[in-house]
């Protein structure tokens, strides 16, 4: 599940057909008081594919000096610091 300002997406790996959902829900916060918003549910058609599978298969076809076009070592770095900021900030909520 990612959780997003505006909605947020479910992935359903036990269901079957394994349904992405997309929730528009959120929250707004006037005067201190926080509003539920409940919008609709949509699923977000994609290719079935297995992840690692596919991942396998674009570092395969990038072995003879093709420049990969979709990740990279700025794509990790970038990853890397949204891990340890994600981690950081739960490790703060944990100590209040």
């Known amino acids: 599940m990612v959780i997003g300002s505006e909605a947020m997406i479910a992935f359903e790996d036990l269901s079957e057909g394994k349904p992405l959902k ?3 829900k ?3 916060m006037e005067k201190g008081i926080s509003e539920k ?3 609709p549910m949509a699923l977000v058609n994609y290719e079935h594919k297995m ?7 674009y570092f395969s076809n ?3 000096n093709k420049i990969p076009k979709v990740a990279n070592g700025q794509h990790a770095l ?3 610091k ?4 994600a981690t950081e900030q ?3 909520n944990e100590n209040k």
């Not at 992840?51 to 298969?57: F, G, H, I, Y």
């Not at 949204?82 to 900021?85: A, G, N």
């Open 22 to 24: 997309l929730y528009a």
């Open 26 to 28: 959120k929250f707004n």
């Open 37 to 39: 918003i409940d919008g």
């Open 51 to 57: 992840a690692l599978t596919e991942e396998l298969l």
């Open 62 to 64: 990038h072995l003879n």
């Open 78 to 80: 970038g990853e890397m």
């Open 82 to 85: 949204i891990l340890i900021e």
């Open 90 to 92: 739960l490790e703060n």
